[in-house]
């Protein structure tokens, strides 16, 4: 459905966003991890066709993006990662205003959409005067409004309480599945549920890709828990990978990451995707420093 | 393929969104409140057109002619700004993204926008006309004739409208003039195409020079003088002689090559739209930065120079400096400018510093002063700034003292040489300069926007520059040497307003935003 085939993004200066990037994607979720600068936002903003590569094609159903953006833009559903307004347009003024950009010319639709994030109650009311959450969910609308075949969403869940975060997953969710739905975060939870397959990109390039499973496979037996005194955790944390603290009565309970046990008292438990990410990350770091 | 539904989409949106900011209903309010003033009760030796010291009767064609005229000089000289920024605010709220990843063609996109620039325009110009009409009805002196306000406004002001609204898409288009050098160059493009259109309306004038009149000032001066066989006459409120009478102005007429040059001036415009098409970057990342600052701007290691020359000027300001040093570090050609102007004062003789350079620092400290009290606000730093101790409550001496050492960057050095040899007129350079200073900030805070001061600087500009010190109020900048030491207290109480109302205008500003 979707091929990425050697990819580049330079400036000027000599500076690379994404550099010689391949991966393809079938319909459904695919996760786009990264941590922030790795070149998640370029490579969607490519893909959206809002910038163009400098270097390889992006080619979706056949069409190549670059050169006949408009096909794609026509089943495109896209949220980029600030999501802007007109601050004196109503929510229902602002996403029809989009729906009819895309061609969309039902008022039903547009209202469905305000149902479906939740904001068909505050339809009327200037969006300037909206919340961050209001105003990220306004913009998954948008992306949905046209019923693409090719949903981008960057940092979808930022701004989101809980309960919105887990209410939009949901959606992404239920609407994936002769869809692509590419999906940028570095809050590895967003991802870990819905997405049937996940790139791990760092410095603008492909590190990693395959299904959560062959993720965790790949870090089986780097994950560890311990318990230690607060005081102990404090002086021996800066040479720690650590993947979750928490701190109860008996000391910090402290996940750590790694080949080799970190601690004499740590036991191996199941790694969770948040720790293959971060063992991904570490062994990268480890290689470029050697 | 065009698709009229998407392009009316753009329109429609662009329309909503802009008529609704309080900058516009403001201008519309004033517009109409401006046609009130402009029109007072006729009386012998007053009124709007004066032939030979003769006021014309206040007939439709009178009113219609002359308020038309009014309104493409604001129109032309003013309408840039309030269409401008139209693909710029796409860009500041984000929401050209969204566009840039729609299936809108540049061609919908920008002429959606043109359209609503063109439709923005052409609301202030329906409002004026409505106004100027009721004033006939209560003040007038021949019956109304609404066709003869429709023709005169149509063929004056719709050339005017097109070709403001296409210049200022092509500048918001083209990489380095999106910014403030596009409102400089405007204005030269403005200043130009006025002997332009004179000398294409001259008997045996190059006529294609007619398509440039977009203001319509030679096709209507050269017609007026045909009429009334005299070219002493005055358009707009002017004392004449009350022993002459009234006579009859029986209005333009359109002759088929008169409409023909004018309809061919309000179509020439549109040559220009596939120039902004190639021209459009369609919200690309790689290619566009908030700001407009363009593959012109100069590095930015010209503006850490300035700042570092600056900063020990100002030290006992030290909180001031920053600010004053981030106008320059944001617009290095500025700095550059200003270096060149203080250069070229200590080489000129004072009598062209005063008459050549200042009108030229003037603009320069406008420009740079524009959006020094909305900066922070538009690029969503208010927070941020507010944050640092003492500035949320004392935010607008902040800006004040900042706006004050920006212009004295810029013109002090000009000011100064000129105070060495004419006094009264280095005075009044340094109080134009606190004028400019307090102004900027009073109208940025109490607006919002950066345009209200530029339209207001601009207007006071042209006014003083045009009255070649025949008006000694209006020389308030000290170009002409006319100022007294009564106008030049008048100038520093206006500073002294515009100060206590930044300080007003900011108070009002917490207690709404809590």
């Known amino acids: 459905m979707l091929q990425v085939e050697a990819v580049s993004k330079a400036y000027r200066g000599g500076k690379f966003g994404v550099r010689e990037l391949s991966l393809s994607a079938r319909p459904g979720v695919l996760g786009l991890l990264g941590p922030n600068g790795a070149g998640k936002t370029t490579l969607m903003q490519m893909i959206a066709t809002v910038t163009r590569p400098t270097a390889g094609r992006i080619v979706f159903d056949g069409v190549d993006v670059a050169r006949t953006p408009d096909l794609v833009r026509r089943r495109l559903g896209y949220l980029p990662q600030d999501f802007g307004v007109y601050d004196n347009l109503t929510a229902f003024e602002m996403l029809d205003y989009i729906a009819r950009l895309k061609g969309v010319r039902s008022r039903a639709r547009v209202l469905e959409l305000l149902e479906l994030v939740n904001l068909h109650g505050a339809a009327g009311r200037a969006v300037g005067g909206f919340s961050g959450g209001m105003r990220q969910r306004l913009g998954i609308a948008q992306a949905l409004v046209a019923d693409p075949d090719l949903l981008v969403v960057d940092e979808p869940t930022a701004g989101l309480d809980p309960e919105e975060r887990v209410r939009f997953r949901n959606v992404l969710s239920g609407i994936a599945g002769r869809r692509l739905v590419i999906l940028s975060t570095h809050i590895v939870s967003d991802i870990e549920s819905i997405a049937g397959e996940i790139a791990v990109v760092r410095e603008g390039r492909l590190v990693g890709f395959g299904n959560p499973q062959e993720l965790l496979r790949a870090a089986a037996g780097a994950a560890w828990e311990a318990v230690l005194p607060s005081a102990e955790y404090e002086r021996l944390r800066a040479g720690l990978t650590v993947s979750n603290v928490v701190r109860r009565a008996d000391g910090v309970h402290v996940r750590l990451v790694g080949r080799e046990r970190p601690l004499p008292g740590a036991s191996p438990v199941e790694p969770d995707l948040e720790d293959a990410y971060l063992h991904l990350m570490r062994s990268l770091a480890a290689v470029a420093a050697a | 393929m065009l698709s009229l539904p998407r392009l009316g989409a753009v329109l429609q949106a662009d329309l909503r969104a802009r008529l609704r900011r309080p900058a516009v209903v403001v201008l519309l309010a004033a517009s109409a409140v401006s046609a009130v003033l402009m029109i007072p009760d006729p009386k012998p030796g007053q009124g709007l057109l004066q032939v030979a010291g003769a006021r014309a009767l206040y007939s439709s064609a009178t009113l219609a002619f002359a308020t038309a005229m009014v309104l493409v000089l604001a129109l032309s000289f003013f309408g840039f700004s309030v269409a401008g920024h139209a693909l710029g605010r796409d860009l500041r709220s984000r929401v050209g993204t969204i566009v840039a990843a729609s299936p809108v063609t540049d061609l919908e996109y920008l002429a959606g926008k043109l359209l609503g620039s063109m439709a923005l325009l052409a609301a202030v110009a329906v409002g004026f006309m409505v106004a100027c009409m009721a ?84 096709f209507a001066i050269r017609q007026v003088e045909a009429i009334v066989g005299t070219s002493q006459f005055t358009i707009g409120y002017a004392p004449g002689d009350p022993t002459k009478p009234p006579i009859h102005f029986p209005g333009l007429s359109f002759p088929p090559d008169a409409l023909a040059a004018r309809a061919a001036s309000l179509v020439a415009p549109l040559l220009l739209f596939p120039l902004a098409l190639v021209l459009f970057r369609r919200f690309d990342p790689a290619r566009t930065r908030a700001g407009g600052r363009g593959r012109f701007a100069l590095p930015a290691g010209l503006g850490r120079l300035v700042a570092w020359l600056v900063r020990p000027l100002l030290s006992p300001l030290a909180r001031v400096a920053p600010d004053v040093a981030l106008t320059f570090r944001a617009r ?183």
Do not use: N
Request: positive net charge; hydrophobic residues 55%; contains cysteine.
């Open chain 2, 135 to 218: 004033m006939q009805v209560v003040r007038g002196e021949g019956p109304l004739e609404p066709l003869t306000y429709l023709s005169h406004y149509a063929v004056l002001s719709l050339p005017c409208i097109a070709w403001v609204a296409m210049l200022s898409l092509l500048f918001e288009c083209a990489p380095g003039l999106s910014g403030r050098f596009g409102d400089l160059l405007y204005l030269l493009v403005w200043a130009a195409s006025i002997p332009s259109g004179f000398e294409g309306w001259k008997p045996g004038g190059p006529k294609l020079l007619r398509v440039f009149d977009y203001m319509g000032f030679g």
């Open chain 2, 332 to 514: 290095p050609l500025l700095a550059v400018a200003a270096l060149a102007g203080a250069a070229v004062s200590l080489g000129l003789p004072a009598a062209d510093v005063r008459v050549g350079l200042l009108p030229v620092v003037f603009v320069l400290v406008s420009l740079a002063l524009a959006d020094h009290a909305t900066r922070e606000r538009s690029a969503g730093l208010l927070g941020v700034v507010y944050a640092a101790p003492g500035r949320r409550e004392r935010f607008a001496p902040w800006k004040l003292a900042g706006a004050l050492g920006v212009a004295l960057v810029i013109g002090g050095v000009p000011a100064v040489r000129l105070l060495s040899v004419e006094p009264r007129a280095g005075v009044s350079a340094l109080v134009g300069l606190a004028v400019l200073a307090a102004g900027s900030v009073a109208a940025g805070i109490a607006s919002g926007t950066p345009k209200t001061f530029m339209a207001l600087a601009l207007a006071l500009w042209y006014l003083a520059l045009s009255s070649k010190g025949q008006q000694p109020a209006l020389d308030y900048g000290g170009w002409w040497a006319a100022a007294t030491p009564a106008v030049q207290f008048g100038w520093l109480a206006a500073t002294l307003v515009a100060v206590a109302l930044a300080v007003v205008a900011q108070r009002y500003r917490l207690s709404r935003d809590g």
